[in-house]
Every structure is written in structure tokens, then in C-alpha cells.
């Protein structure tokens, strides 16, 4: 079992910065794969940025590509996403997700943990 705590979400200007945490507790943290998605009103949620359980291997959508990190710290037993340029588009609730697998995966069925989400909202 892991429980996942997002944080870090605001209100914040275009051409702003915001960073996300994604606080992990439960054993083994270091086992998963680790993604953030986002989802805007009456959208899907999707894939934003994932992380392997390593933090060897990133995956971004092209929509954040250049413009969002996604990183870990497995002593920590958090992920983060910094991100940078903000756009109002991003605007979203961010969810981070856990899967238990060593690799990256970026489909959403393939979580079985999910943290409650975080407001990201960008004003033009």
C-alpha cells in the first residue's frame, strides 16, 4: 500500500514557476514508478511527466517538454514537478500516481495509487 499527498498548487501568473510535491508513505517507495497527470474541466485526465523507480528514465508529454522536470528523491519518499513558463492551458488539478513496477508507464489504468490532487491555476 502506498498513500500519496500532493502539494505545492496555486494560482500563478503566465511565464510563472510552480513546484509540486508528491509525498509517499508505505513501504517500498522506491519500487514504483511514479507519474504526475493532470485533468481540466470536462477533459481526460492525462499523462503529464513519469518518473522509473530509479529516476534514471523521465517521460514528458510534448505539451510540457522544456518546460516541466519531473525528479525524486527516494530517501525523501517524494517526487517532484517543477515547472516553469506556465501557461493558462496548464491550468489543472495534478494528481500523482504510483504503480508498482521498476519502469516508466504512462498509462493511467496501470496505477493503482493515487493521491487526492493539487489546483494548478494559470492567469493570463
Known amino acids: 500500500q502506498v498513500q500519496l499527498v500532493e502539494s505545492g498548487g496555486g494560482l500563478v501568473q503566465a511565464g510563472g514557476s510552480l513546484r509540486l510535491s508528491c509525498a509517499a508513505s508505505g513501504r517500498s517507495f522506491s519500487s514504483y514508478a511514479i507519474s504526475w497527470f493532470r485533468q481540466a474541466p470536462g477533459k481526460e485526465r492525462d499523462v503529464v511527466a513519469a518518473?522509473?523507480?530509479?529516476?534514471?528514465?523521465?517521460y514528458y508529454a510534448d505539451s510540457v517538454k522544456g518546460r516541466f522536470t519531473i525528479s525524486r528523491d527516494n530517501a525523501k519518499n517524494t517526487v517532484y514537478l517543477q515547472m516553469n513558463s506556465l501557461k493558462p492551458e496548464d491550468t489543472a488539478v495534478y494528481y500523482c500516481?504510483?504503480?508498482?513496477?521498476?519502469?516508466?508507464?504512462?498509462?493511467?489504468?496501470?496505477?493503482?495509487?493515487w493521491g487526492q490532487g493539487t489546483q494548478v491555476t494559470v492567469s493570463s
Open positions: 518518473i522509473s523507480w530509479s529516476g534514471a528514465s523521465t
Open positions: 500516481a504510483a504503480a508498482s513496477s521498476r519502469y516508466i508507464i504512462t498509462l493511467k489504468t496501470e496505477y493503482n495509487y
